[in-house]
Nanobody, 123 residues
């Protein structure tokens, strides 16, 4: 069983920066593909992909909406994945979730999810 705990959310002004962290426990972290997702407030809002990183950080991928502003990284020695968010916009306001794709790696689905951390960007 894998547990994921996000931290680092908060309130920030537009143009500001935040770094989210996700601590993983259970299993072997370096075997997991990791991702960040977000869900904006309001009914009917679906959880959307933000970024993903391969097991050893060689490959990353981003949603077009965050490309050039957000950076995903990981530290396998610390069992953590990070999301550095710069030039934040009000539309980035959402609950942010980290997720783990455990072996066998599917490249399309995630097996475990954290509880989320709230990011609010004021205009």
């Amino acid at each position: 069983q894998v547990q994921l705990v996000e931290s680092g959310g908060g309130l920030v002004q537009a143009g500001g920066s935040l770094t989210l962290s996700c601590a993983a426990s259970g299993g072997i972290f370096s075997q997991y593909r990791m991702g960040w997702f977000r869900q904006a407030p309001g009914s009917g809002k679906e959880r959307e992909f933000v970024a993903t990183i391969s097991r050893f950080g060689v490959r990353t991928s981003y949603a077009d909406s965050v490309k050039g502003r957000f950076t995903i990284s990981r530290d396998n020695a610390k069992n953590r994945v990070y999301l550095q968010m710069n030039s934040l916009k009000p539309e980035d306001t959402a609950s942010y979730y980290c997720a783990a794709d455990t072996p066998p790696i599917s490249d399309s689905e995630y097996d475990y999810w954290g509880q989320g951390t709230q990011v609010t960007v004021s205009s």
